[in-house]
């Protein structure tokens, strides 16, 4: 799994559960990013995540931008 940067939310960090296409599953221990909010993952952050939804206290479902 990857570890991920918000680019809103610098110090936190998530790691993706799921990928169905471009749909993105992220788990974070603490604060959820904001819906709309723009992640980084892979080499270099060269992966873009919109975030689209909050699932619950842990989770945010996100539509990867670039692949």
């Given at each position: 799994?990857?570890?991920?940067?918000?680019?809103?939310?610098?110090?936190?960090?998530g790691?993706?559960?799921?990928?169905?296409g471009?749909?993105?599953?992220?788990?974070?221990?603490?604060?959820l990013?904001?819906?709309?909010?723009?992640?980084?993952?892979?080499?270099?952050?060269?992966?873009?995540i919109?975030v689209?939804?909050?699932?619950?206290?842990?989770?945010?479902?996100?539509?990867a931008?670039?692949?």
């Open positions: 799994m990857n570890s991920m940067q918000s680019e809103t939310f610098p110090s936190h960090s790691a993706v559960v799921s990928v169905r471009s749909v993105v599953d992220i788990r974070f221990a603490e604060h990013p904001p819906i709309h909010s723009v992640l980084r993952a892979g080499n270099e952050g060269r992966i873009v919109e689209l939804a909050q699932l619950d206290a842990h989770h945010v479902r996100g539509i931008l670039t692949l």
